[in-house]
């Protein structure tokens, strides 16, 4: 069957988030006392819980009271959200444009708190580019759960066995290979444009 449809995860795929954009300028540049903080206070499963839906305020409160000498960094990490994007992906961003240059149908699926999403729609404008947008933190469920794969489905009316999937965590990606997606663990646009010129949904180019 032709892929006609195309699903593009956003962190890490087409945007560059990531805490330490902000935080390293925060802690003057202490580079340990930094990875500290983002392994065991504002961690990847503290966060994992603003992609199910939780806000900032539930979810910080008990880490305050636990790390009450990090409350100005802990409240950072969402009244200084912008700081931790970096630009986009460019090569990644023209490999988008292409696909909609070339009238291909493409949606977005992403982990993101939905409390912050309305503030990355704007500042990257692309992302109108796209047909739908699938944020985790509005229906309360997240990639790898199979379940907003299906939300995603449902809600624009497709089949998995006519789209490829983008993500660069391997969970992700297994979990669409699961359901029918063409699975692409993304790991540079070099990488991706030779796996949609091989599916005939690019032509090539160099980058």
């Known amino acids: 069957m032709e ?30 006392e930094m990875e500290w903080f983002l ?19 539930e979810n910080s409160r008990g880490l305050i009271e636990q790390y009450p000498q990090y409350k100005a960094a802990i409240q950072a990490y969402f009244f200084e959200f912008e700081k931790m ?5 460019q090569g990644s961003l023209d490999i988008v444009k292409e696909l909609s240059d070339r009238g291909q149908r493409l949606y977005v699926l992403t982990n993101w708190s939905a409390e912050t999403f309305p503030r990355a729609r704007e500042i990257f404008p692309f992302l109108s580019w796209f047909k739908g947008i699938v944020v985790s933190g509005e ?3 997240a990639k790898p759960d199979p379940a ?20 660069d ?29 091989s599916l005939g949904l690019l032509t090539s180019r160099a980058l």
């Open 139 to 141: 229906v309360r469920m």
């Open 169 to 197: 965590r391997e969970e992700n990606v297994v979990a669409a290979e699961r359901i029918g997606f063409y699975p692409i663990h993304f790991q540079s646009p070099q990488h991706l444009r030779h796996e949609l010129v």
């Open 85 to 89: 994007l970096g630009p986009p992906m």
């Open 39 to 57: 392994a065991e206070v504002c961690n990847y499963e503290w966060n994992s819980h603003h992609d199910l839906g939780a806000t900032f305020e």
């Open 3 to 32: 892929r006609s449809v195309i699903v593009f995860d956003l962190g890490g795929v087409l945007i560059d988030w990531n805490p330490r954009h902000f935080y390293r300028n925060f802690f003057g540049g202490n580079e340990e």
């Open 148 to 167: 907003i794969f299906y939300r995603l489905l449902d809600t624009f009316s497709f089949r998995a066995e006519e789209a490829v999937f983008i993500d």
